[in-house]
């Protein structure tokens, strides 16, 4: 595929469901799509673009790094404003979108289907003592979300279409322990961990 005619090709990823890769041309200014050896171009008017991705709702997410933004090329609407200087993109597990911003040197959570929150650090447990964690969900996300796998502990109860779940930890013989979980949901999966001591 060398000599596309790409200008200034600056992020590629492959284009989940629909197969091929979405290719963003910065000085293009553009998003193009390369499958089965063809390339098509999907959007313009795009200054700067650094990565594109595809989401499930078939909406073409462009990063714009002079405009600080996180765009939806498809609803013209942006999705994130005020980032410095982004320059990666991709989803998690759960179709979450993970956003670099190099200038502020960190990686944001865009959450567009739901995430999990655990305490931080390490907790200091009662025996028989119950861990309750956290779903932060996007507007409008009432889907049900169950505890598909618990390393470190039993599952008491699952957050269904809540905003919170609880495990019971085994007991901890090492200072710390830690559980694992594994959350499903039907737009996929999120990991979340959480150290503790008896």
Not at 52 to 64: E, F, P, S, T, Y
Request: proline letters at 7%.
């Amino acid at each position: 595929m060398k000599g596309c005619g790409f200008s200034r090709p600056a992020g590629s990823a492959p284009d989940q469901d629909l197969g091929g890769y979405l290719i963003a041309d910065e000085n293009a200014s553009a998003v193009f799509e390369l499958k089965d050896g063809r390339i098509s171009r999907l959007a313009g008017g795009l200054p700067g673009v650094d990565d594109a991705v595809r989401d499930a709702r078939q909406h073409i997410l462009a990063i714009l790094p002079g405009r600080g933004q996180l765009f939806d090329v498809t609803s013209g609407a942006a999705v994130a404003s005020g980032l410095r200087n982004p320059q990666g993109l991709i989803f998690d597990g759960a179709q979450n979108l993970l956003v670099t911003e190099s200038d502020n040197g960190r990686l944001d959570l865009v959450v567009t289907s739901f995430a999990v929150t655990v305490p931080s650090g390490v907790i200091q447990l009662a025996p028989g003592q119950g861990v309750c964690y956290g779903i932060l969900r996007a507007p409008g996300n009432a889907d049900s979300i169950r505890v598909s796998e618990a390393v470190g502990a039993m599952p008491l109860s699952d957050p269904a279409t809540g905003s919170e779940g609880e495990v019971l930890p085994t007991r901890c013989t090492l200072p710390p322990c830690t559980v694992s979980l594994t959350l499903q949901g039907p737009a996929g999966v999120e990991f979340a961990q959480f150290s503790y001591r008896d």
